[in-house]
């Protein structure tokens, strides 16, 4: 890898939103989010308070340099975590909450408003350069998906929705908790700035701003 290649900064950062300019660094960033920042309550009509809670997806930093991008050295990998949680409504001597009622349903997704990320020429394999992997608990549910298109070059935008299970087509989490009782999906976000051994030039002075976002849907 040549010298030349500029600092590269990546930052998911857990407020939205935020802007940053650095003179001849080549960066990205995400921002996080829980529903919309919001913790919400549901009220069945028992009168018994059921509970939701997004937890907010910490900062992650990603910083590369000449030196990092060296010929032989490693990717750059950051690692950051999130949490849904969810507290079914309890049981009275009325009424005793069915599975309906003690169903809490939400999706996941990365939403990317602005990426000019693109495969460097002297990718001719179109390999990975910029990639990003989900995991809920021990599962993982998109793995090293890139962020960049390899047939346009162009930096991938709009929203990488998150499915249930691996490579799946459903995109509605659910969590069914036992009356009174609380479950919790555990998330781990990575990005990951790959070290091809080659020439990433075209890649230096790029810029990614997308949002990690928990949204509460209605269960089907």
């Known amino acids: 890898m040549e010298n030349?290649?500029?600092?590269?900064?990546?930052?998911?950062?857990?407020?939205?939103?935020?802007?940053?300019?650095?003179?001849?660094?080549?960066?990205?960033?995400f921002t996080a989010s829980g529903a919309q920042g919001?913790?919400?309550?549901?009220?069945?009509?028992?009168?018994?308070?059921?509970s939701s809670e997004f937890g907010v997806i910490k900062a992650l930093n990603l910083y590369a340099d000449a030196t990092t991008f060296a010929q032989g050295g490693a990717d750059v990998t950051g690692e950051t975590t999130g949490s849904v949680k969810w507290t079914a409504p309890g049981a009275t001597q009325e009424h005793t909450p069915d599975e309906a009622e003690r169903s809490f349903c939400y999706t996941a997704a990365l939403n990317i408003t602005a990426n000019t990320f693109t495969v460097s020429a002297a990718n001719t394999e179109k390999l990975n350069e910029l990639e990003f992997t989900a995991k809920k608990g021990e599962k993982v549910l998109?793995?090293?998906v890139s962020l960049v298109d390899m047939d346009t070059k162009a930096g991938k935008t709009g929203s990488i929705n998150i499915p249930t299970t691996a490579d799946g087509s459903e995109y509605t989490h659910?969590?069914?908790?036992?009356?009174?009782?609380?479950?919790?999906d555990e998330w781990t976000i990575t990005v990951t700035?790959?070290?091809?051994?080659?020439?990433?030039?075209?890649?230096?002075?790029?810029?990614?701003?997308?949002?990690?976002?928990?949204?509460k849907v209605n269960c089907a």
């Open 174 to 184: 659910k969590l069914i908790a036992d009356a009174g009782a609380s479950l919790t």
């Open 38 to 50: 919001t913790t919400g309550d549901v009220t069945v009509s028992t009168g018994t308070a059921a």
């Open 193 to 215: 700035l790959k070290n091809l051994d080659m020439n990433q030039n075209e890649n230096t002075g790029k810029q990614l701003t997308g949002q990690i976002a928990f949204t």
């Open 142 to 144: 998109l793995d090293k």
């Open 4 to 29: 030349k290649k500029n600092t590269i900064l990546l930052t998911v950062i857990a407020v939205a939103t935020l802007l940053v300019a650095v003179v001849g660094a080549t960066f990205a960033y």
